[in-house]
């Protein structure tokens, strides 16, 4: 049995250790903010941080990820605060289905702890994430205040 | 967002925690108590001890906003405080047991708002009306000396206040006005706003519920293969070989062309599936390929039957007698509504009951499919709407419920969610349509343009999905934005010899309504070949549609065009056109490209929109960008292709959609010009290919008549 560490808590996992990490989140553990879009790792729908590592977790096995320290977007709030990203996220209005948003969130999420004012061009490198709804315009702008804040 | 279950007519008590609340989705323990006995006012209104609205909505959200949209428009007439607003969305079987009180739960065609607008407000007025009498007959005077805003009803003579909550439960006892008259929209306070949608929060921390998160006490997982080839059937399958492996519980035949696996979790149905051995009759769509269904196509530009959309004048004999005629030949291909959210559904089947919880754009046809399905009346079946991860017209069908209430119908007694894999997906869509036009377009010795020949070649979406709505054999949805007039999508050009005529001809690939739907190709075929014909004639795009187009449309693309510049775009940066009506809205686009090096850029699209009235700005804006994105993902790299009858895409990977990078500069300007509701969802999708394709041909001299444009030397990263 794995034994996880996620948002800050334990989890014990007993599955397959072959399963990607996306189905033992959303299965095993009930943590279905964590979205399935591809499983290919294309989408971007699945992203969690592993170590702070934006990572999409539908082309992780759980026996990949060790004794790495999983965030999820339940996690990503602190103390009852939001992150700032998700604060911009609500102040821009930015979802529209909303499907992509976690993935969204976790790796604008990252890319701000990493670059705390990304440019245009640094926004395009990391926010590879696939929107159907079509939100980048917003994702953008939101990312730029979040920077701010 | 909740769902609400169980109600009567008039003593419908608001139990939070009923129907499919109490199974478990994660509502706080205790919300179900909190209600206690609140009435509704009426079908549309709920209204709290507390002052809390609900606003029950019956079109689905699937990131349109609609339910912010129409809650808006309800709370206007209502007059209540916007901060207590919330929504929730009745159930299908709750609106057939109250004889359709909630009238049309279908939601796609961009229709959402325009088309329930006129009773949505008469539904806020007469509960308005209603908690304002309750409020006046407990003071004993007479209810036009009363004024409601905000939600508190105001006595003015005496100065005495009620809060709405205070006379709900009284309210609720009232008759419903016989008429009410709705507010001037000059008057709107909260209608009218660009006031924040409503169902934000929820997702920005994982919380919200979409049907692929459901959970359901003892559920079980199901994932589907179906024949690779539409029309192929199931021959057999060897359950036994993956019946041992981890988790499996069962292995069932599905509607005689598919199987599915059921087990503990997703992952071990996806394993067990992947490793069944199935055989199939692929059937005869298995000889079809996309050089065959080309060709069938290409036949149809020429061919001698055709049905007629419109006819104005005499095209032929005008064409016939042109001092010069142009002619051109364009193609658009098969592309996948690709939501984000997979297919999914999850029923739970007794031998006298069936509930299914969906993602579904139409909760009415799904609860037909799960009845039917379930071979159970009605009565004894409901759906439960869940959020939707996308839907772009894909989720108006209800094949997917069908499957989850067969599969469940085969392990009874239990929940079992069906989430189809996104190969499933991506291979079993009802594809947007493939067709090819030529079009043939006559000056007169003056340079007049007198004629125009559109004929479309292709595939109709009737035919696959809707053939009780065909008319003689004729699909009119066909003819989308290329109407002789209405207030759908009229033609924008007047032209005296106008003909429009269509050669159904059907590959056995299913075709289904696509966000934007005809009117997608049908703007690119138009707005293309006017390009082409400005040139031939040698005036520019903008004065040359300004010379046919009817004043609706001129206007709609003056304001882009002043928009973006258009004619003073900086070095190196070309300017495109497009016009086009469609879902009742009048839309234009003027995009900014330049290509360099075979590497092309989108930088700002400028796009105008006339639907009449607007209900929020601020999501219409959004409702443009996003169409941009859908429009230009199709445009520029999506291709759906056919080898041995089966679709080849099967991931974003041989699928690319628009991603941030390539995202241009979307600017909407809306210039409502009153006394018509149009959509917004899917009209500006339509210019946005012919815009950046005309840009193209101003940047190169290079005319694109065939998408993607990524097959043609231009990249865009």
């Known amino acids: ?149 | 967002m909740t769902a609400i279950a169980s109600m009567d007519r008039r003593s419908f008590l608001v139990s939070a925690a009923a129907g499919g609340l109490s199974l478990g989705f994660g509502i706080p323990a205790g919300t179900a108590q909190v209600a206690g006995a609140v009435r509704e006012i009426n079908a549309w209104v709920v209204v709290h001890p507390d002052d809390r609205v609900v606003i029950r909505i019956a079109r689905s959200e699937m990131g349109q906003g609609t339910l912010t949209g129409l809650a808006q428009l309800v709370a206007e007439e209502l007059e209540c405080d916007w901060s207590k607003v919330s929504t929730e969305f009745p159930t299908p079987g709750q609106n057939v047991a109250r004889n359709r009180v909630w009238r049309n739960f279908s939601t796609g065609g961009s229709r959402g708002i325009r088309e329930s607008h006129e009773y949505v407000r008469q539904g806020g007025a007469a509960a308005r009306t209603m908690l304002v009498a309750a409020a006046a007959k407990r003071w004993n005077v007479p209810a036009g000396e009363c004024t409601a805003a905000n939600s508190v009803i105001r006595h003015a003579p005496s100065g005495r206040t009620l809060a709405y909550g205070a006379v709900a439960a009284e309210a609720a006892q009232l008759e419903a006005p016989a008429a009410v008259v709705l507010k001037d929209i000059k008057d709107w306070k909260i209608a009218g706003k660009g006031v924040k949608r409503l169902d934000t929060a929820e997702k920005l921390n994982g919380s919200l519920v979409y049907g692929l998160d459901l959970r359901l006490p003892n559920m079980l997982t199901a994932t589907i293969r179906q024949c690779p080839v539409a029309g192929g059937k199931l021959k057999s399958f060897a359950g036994a070989k993956v019946a041992g492996m981890p988790g499996v519980r069962k292995v069932v035949a599905v509607d005689g062309n598919a199987v599915a696996v059921v087990a503990d979790s997703y992952w071990q149905a996806h394993k067990a599936i992947e490793a069944l051995p199935v055989d199939w009759d692929l059937g005869p769509g298995a000889k079809t390929s996309s050089a065959t269904i080309d060709a069938m196509l290409k036949e149809g530009l020429t061919a001698e039957n055709a049905f007629v959309g419109t006819r104005i004048g005499d095209a032929k004999t005008a064409l016939a007698g042109a001092a010069k005629t142009v002619e051109a030949v364009y193609s658009y291909p098969y592309q996948n509504h690709a939501p984000m959210e997979p297919m999914n559904a999850t029923a739970l089947y007794t031998a006298d009951r069936c509930e299914v919880w969906a993602p579904t754009q139409n909760g009415e046809s799904a609860l037909a499919a799960a009845a039917e399905a379930a071979e159970l009346p009605v009565a004894k079946c409901d759906v439960h709407k869940m959020m939707l991860g996308g839907g772009f017209g894909r989720r108006g069908r209800s094949d997917y419920v069908r499957q989850a209430v067969l599969i469940a119908k085969q392990v009874p007694g239990v929940p079992v969610k069906l989430v189809w894999s996104r190969e499933e997906d991506m291979m079993h869509c009802a594809f947007h349509p493939v067709t090819q036009c030529k079009l043939t377009g006559g000056f007169d010795a003056a340079g007049n343009l007198t004629g125009l020949h559109m004929r479309i070649s292709g595939q109709s979406i009737l035919a696959s999905l809707a053939p009780q709505n065909m008319q003689n054999g004729m699909d009119p949805v066909v003819f989308q934005g290329l109407n002789a007039g209405g207030t759908e999508g009229q033609f924008g050009y007047d032209i005296p010899n106008l003909l429009v005529d269509h050669a159904m001809r059907n590959p056995h690939v299913l075709a289904g309504f696509w966000r934007g739907v005809n009117l997608n190709h049908n703007a690119i075929y138009v707005e293309c070949f006017m390009d082409e014909l400005a040139r031939a004639a040698g005036i520019d795009p903008l004065e040359f549609r300004r010379r046919y187009l009817k004043p609706k449309h001129r206007a709609v693309l003056e304001a882009a065009a002043a928009g973006a510049g258009y004619g003073k775009a900086a070095p190196g940066v070309h300017h495109g056109l497009a016009q086009i009506m469609g879902f009742g809205s009048y839309v234009a686009a003027c995009a900014e490209v330049s290509v360099t090096g075979g590497k092309l850029k989108i930088h700002r699209i400028v796009a105008a929109t006339d639907p009449g009235v607007v209900v929020n700005p601020a999501q219409v804006e959004r409702q443009v960008s996003g169409s941009f994105v859908y429009g230009l993902s199709a445009a520029l790299h999506g291709e759906c292709t056919v080898k041995d009858g089966v679709i080849e895409q099967t991931n974003f990977d041989t699928y690319p959609v628009l991603r941030m990078d390539e995202m241009p500069k979307v600017e909407t300007i809306l210039v409502p010009s009153g006394g018509f509701w149009g959509g917004v969802g899917e009209p500006t999708i339509g210019v946005a290919a012919p815009a950046v394709l005309n840009a193209i041909f101003a940047a190169t001299g290079k005319r694109i008549r065939s998408l993607p444009v990524s097959k043609h030397d231009l990249r865009t990263v």
């Open chain 1, 1 to 149: 049995m794995a034994v996880l560490t996620i948002n800050g808590k334990k989890y014990d996992a007993a599955v397959d250790p072959e399963t990607p990490l996306l189905w033992v989140l959303r299965d095993a553990l009930g943590l279905t903010g964590t979205k399935y879009g591809c499983g290919i790792a294309q989408c971007g729908a699945c992203t969690v941080h592993i170590d702070g590592v934006p990572t999409r977790s539908c082309a992780v096995p759980l026996e990949a990820v060790g004794d790495g320290k999983i965030t999820t977007i339940e996690g990503l709030a602190a103390n009852g605060m939001l992150h700032k990203v998700q604060k911009a996220w609500l102040d821009n209005d930015v979802p529209q289905c909303g499907y992509c948003q976690s993935g969204m969130i976790m790796a604008a999420a990252a890319l701000l702890a990493e670059k705390p004012n990304p440019t245009d061009d640094d926004i395009d490198a990391a926010m590879t994430n696939i929107c159907r709804c079509g939100t980048y315009q917003q994702v953008r702008a939101a990312i730029h205040a979040a920077a701010r804040a």
